[in-house]
Structures are given as structure tokens and as C-alpha cells.
């Protein structure tokens, strides 16, 4: 029993697992209960990305909730941002969204959003965990059970939250081509009516809903994003714009047909928001580039490191009351918005940021300092990460640091990020210099602090 109550299914965004496998109908409707029970009734918001999966679980998961009285509002398939936004412009209690976001096609999962809009912490996935394995569950009786009310209307609300934060106009006159990849997802419910409207010429690939993710893998990264960066430059668009599985992130794709990193792209974004609000706060997580820093502090801002996870960005903005967040991951949580990640309010920021600065992506990446990054990965067993960490963390004392998740270590020349993975048996080294040579003095040195207290 003790082992049973110490185990968690949640992971850094929510429950994943493999369908039929760790995922299971009856895991689900289970969970389901557990919610339910966790959000004493209420209204909550159901829906799902577009994996062969979603409806089953969609299905599981409102049986559970309807059992503990909830009514479950039904919203169907669309983008994580989208429900999230919904949740406190409809006044719902919260909301139970089946994805696995950038996972493989085999995966689905959970996560579960507050009534903030916000996906909820780590003590309450805790609180969520023990009425699960302690079956503290709260059924009603056949006349008090909740019912499902199918509610498609959350995507003409999500559309006009983001043009209420944008220039429309100083798009419309541009007329922009772009191409967007949803990669056969809920993105492709959102993004490219959103551009349509404000006046682009919208190019859409792989933007039929399909669970088999036919045309890409749902992460998007230069492996998976071959296809978008050749239709770019092939008719040539101003600019390419792909997202995950959920659309909570964007990647883009520069005129030349150029992937750009997430970092970059966030760079670009941050420096843009700070220009026009300066000396105000951004939160990024230790993994992002310094380059992030050295853009905050170029326009009067402050930068704030987290630890690793999108709900500990969205939940420091929400604290410290910050402008803008980012991932290098290419998640941006513009606050005025949403303190979460949205993927199309990433693309429309960067569309005006293009229409307003007369410049192409290329030219904007250009402009940014530039670092040199090394990242590696070196295997260990995960009863070892604790173990390293502490001597690690010994062996680095006198540095100028951070310790919040694994350490970070700053020099003059640039920083060397040693931390255990969240979810692998590895431990990660990142470093960056503005010399190359010194990026790979730095990956050496950080790659020899984890090897030696293997
Ligand atoms: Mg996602």
C-alpha cells in the first residue's frame, strides 16, 4: 500500500503514456473519478488534440467526471490554448484535456487546467494522486449525476482574445504569404483562420486532423520540419510557422527556409515586448539560452530563471506578475493574453513584429547576440541523479550559480548547465560562450564534473 501511495502519474505537462498500455480506458474513466471528485463538481471544459485515442478517452474520462456530478462541457477537438482561454471567459471551474502534446503518435495523456486557465501545481496533481490511490472518491447518486453538453463555440472566442492583443491593422496592409504546419493537429483549427483573417495568404501542409500524424511527428524540431522549411522557400512565403501536437508552441521558419531555433525566435519576441514595456520582468527556465538575458538587460528588464516545466514558467509569471515568458522549446506565455503557452498568439506576435519592423526573420535573427551552444547528454541510472547532483553541487560551491533544477554556472564568457533529465536516465550538459572555442572548453569541463561522480 505505501508503494501505491508514493507512486505519481504525473509527469512535467500532466499524465503521458502509451494507449492501451499504461493508458488504458479504465485508468482513465478511474482518473476520471479522481477529478471529479478533486473539483467537487463544477463545470468543466472536456476536449482533445487529434490522436486515434482522443475520442475514447474524451469518452472515459466524462464518464468518470459526470460520476462525481460534474457537467462536462464538451468542446471537442482543439488547441490546448484555446480551452485554456475558454475556462475563465466561460467562468468554468476547469478543464481535462486529452493530449500528449508533442508525443509520438502511440502516446496520449492529461492534463488538467484550474479555473486560472493554468495547468494546476504540483501539490495539486499530490492531492489529485492520493484520492486516486486512496479511493476517497465522491459518486452521487443516480439522480445527482452530471451530464455532457456539447460546447463547439470556444474558437471564435479564442480568435478575437488574440486580435484584441495585436496590431490588426499594421498586418492587414503587409498581406503576408505563410505556410503553416500543424502537423495534422488541433492547430490546424485555430492558426490558419486566425492569419486568414488578418488578411495573409495562407499555404496550409499537413493540416487535416489524423491521429497517424501521416506528414510529421507532432514535436516540432529540424528533424520533423523538412517538408514546411521547402514549401517556404519553394513559394517563396515570408514566413513558416509549425506547432506541436496541442499548439501550445510555435516554431518558425525564416523566408530562406531556415528552421529557427526557439530560443532565437523568443529572443526576437522578448526584445520586441520589452521595447515597448520596458523595465518590465521575464521568466524563462534555466535551459534557455543567455542570450535571453543579455536582451532583457539591453532594454532595462529583469530576468527571472525557473526551474524546467511550463507550469513553473506560468506559475511565476502569475507570482512576480511578469510580462512575457519563453521556453527555448518555442512555448511563449505572453501575460497580457495568458500567463500559459499559446502557440498562435506566438505566430501572430511574430507576423507583427515582421509587419512593424520592415525587416524578414533572417534579418531579425541576424540582430541577435550570438552564442555558440553545445548540448550532450551523458547516460546514468536514476537512483544516481540525487547522488551526482549533491556532489556536483559541492564541487561547484565557489561558482557564480544557480541550483534550482541541476546547476547552472555563469562566466564572463558564458554558462554551463548541468542538470538530470525530468523524465530519461541521463543528466544533460548545456554550455554556450560567444566563443566557440570556449563552448566546447565549457561542454568539456561540465561533461567531466557528471563522468567523474558517475
Ligand atoms: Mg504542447
Redesign the pocket.
Known amino acids: 500500500m505505501i508503494i501505491m501511495l508514493t507512486r505519481t502519474f504525473f509527469g512535467t505537462?500532466g499524465i503521458r503514456g502509451i494507449v492501451n498500455e499504461m493508458l488504458t480506458p479504465e485508468f482513465v474513466t478511474q482518473m476520471g473519478v479522481a477529478l471529479g471528485t478533486y473539483f467537487m463538481g463544477g463545470k468543466i471544459f472536456i476536449g482533445c488534440d487529434s490522436r486515434t485515442s482522443g475520442s475514447l478517452f474524451v469518452k472515459a474520462a466524462s464518464a468518470g467526471l459526470i460520476s462525481t456530478g460534474c457537467n462536462v462541457y464538451d468542446v471537442e477537438y482543439a488547441a490546448?490554448p484555446a480551452i485554456q482561454y475558454a475556462i475563465k471567459h466561460f467562468k468554468m471551474d476547469g478543464a481535462v484535456i486529452i493530449?500528449a502534446?508533442?508525443n509520438p503518435p502511440e502516446y496520449n495523456g492529461i492534463k488538467v487546467v484550474g479555473n486560472d486557465g493554468v495547468e494546476v501545481s504540483r501539490e495539486e496533481e499530490v492531492k489529485i494522486e492520493k484520492i486516486f490511490f486512496d479511493k476517497k472518491f465522491n459518486r452521487k447518486k443516480w439522480n445527482e449525476l452530471g451530464k455532457t453538453i456539447r460546447f463547439p463555440q470556444i474558437l471564435d472566442v479564442y480568435k478575437e482574445a488574440i486580435k484584441n492583443h495585436i496590431d490588426v491593422d499594421a498586418i492587414r496592409k503587409r498581406r503576408f504569404k505563410v505556410v503553416i504546419d500543424p502537423a495534422n493537429s488541433v492547430g490546424a483549427l485555430s492558426t490558419p483562420q486566425l492569419l486568414h483573417e488578418l488578411g495573409c495568404e495562407v499555404i496550409t501542409i499537413n493540416a487535416q486532423l489524423d491521429g497517424n500524424f501521416p506528414g510529421r511527428l507532432p514535436e516540432p524540431k529540424p528533424e520533423t520540419l523538412g517538408d514546411l522549411a521547402k514549401t517556404v522557400k519553394a513559394i517563396g512565403a515570408d514566413l513558416g510557422i509549425a506547432h506541436?501536437?496541442?499548439?501550445?508552441?510555435c516554431f518558425f521558419v525564416d523566408e530562406r527556409g531556415n528552421i529557427c531555433q526557439g530560443d532565437k525566435s523568443g529572443g526576437i519576441i522578448v526584445d520586441y515586448i520589452l521595447q515597448r514595456n520596458p523595465n518590465q520582468i521575464v521568466v524563462t527556465p534555466i535551459s534557455s539560452s543567455r542570450m535571453i538575458e543579455d536582451i532583457v538587460k539591453s532594454r532595462g528588464g529583469t530576468l527571472i530563471w525557473t526551474a524546467v516545466g511550463s507550469t513553473t514558467v506560468s506559475k511565476k509569471i502569475q507570482e512576480v506578475n511578469a510580462i512575457i515568458g519563453l521556453e527555448g522549446n518555442g512555448g511563449i506565455f505572453y501575460a497580457p493574453h495568458q500567463p500559459v503557452?499559446d502557440g498562435a498568439l506566438s505566430a501572430t506576435l511574430m507576423i507583427e513584429i515582421l509587419a512593424k519592423s520592415k525587416k524578414t526573420l533572417s534579418q531579425l535573427i541576424e540582430k541577435l547576440p550570438k552564442y555558440f551552444i553545445i548540448k550532450k547528454r551523458i547516460e546514468c541510472t536514476n537512483e544516481n541523479k540525487q547522488i551526482i547532483l549533491k556532489k556536483i553541487l559541492k564541487e561547484t560551491e565557489k561558482y557564480n550559480r544557480i541550483t534550482i533544477d541541476g546547476v547552472k554556472i555563469f562566466f564572463e564568457e558564458g554558462s554551463v548547465l548541468i542538470r538530470p533529465s525530468g523524465t530519461e536516465a541521463i543528466y544533460r550538459v548545456f554550455t554556450e560562450a560567444k566563443d566557440e572555442e570556449k563552448a566546447k572548453e565549457f561542454a568539456k569541463w561540465g561533461i567531466s564534473l557528471v563522468k567523474k561522480n558517475l
Open positions: 505537462n490546448t493530449t502534446s508533442h506541436d501536437g496541442d499548439a501550445d508552441r503557452r
